[in-house]
């Protein structure tokens, strides 16, 4: 059985990544909620969830670009390869 685009949820970041992404980074659920504006519990379910988190209103685009505005490169495909990279540099204030 193959994964679908919207079962991948075309570019949006799995649980897996997010996890790995804030571990990365060294930061605390309660900071990487404050990079992105979306609810610190919001971020817990995202994270407890299985593959693509179901999300509304844009949170996981904002949880997304918080991650990649300190850093973070979600690379593979998020459901069958996930994975990310850190590109440190001056640029990043984390």
Excluded: C, H, Y
Excluded at 15 to 21: G, H, K, M, P, T
Excluded at 46 to 58: C, H, K, L, N, V
Aim: glycine letters at 10%.
């Amino acid at each position: 059985m193959s994964v679908s685009s919207s079962q991948r949820g075309d570019n949006q970041p799995s649980s897996v990544q997010i996890r790995a992404a804030r571990s990365l980074l060294r930061i605390p659920t309660e900071k990487l909620a404050e990079m992105s504006g979306v609810g610190w519990s919001t971020i817990r379910r995202f994270e407890e969830a299985d593959g693509i988190p179901p999300s509304r209103s844009g949170t996981l685009e904002r949880v997304k670009a918080a991650l990649e505005g300190a850093g973070i490169e979600f690379i593979g495909d998020p459901v069958t390869s996930p994975g990310v990279r850190l590109r440190r540099s001056e640029d990043f204030p984390i």
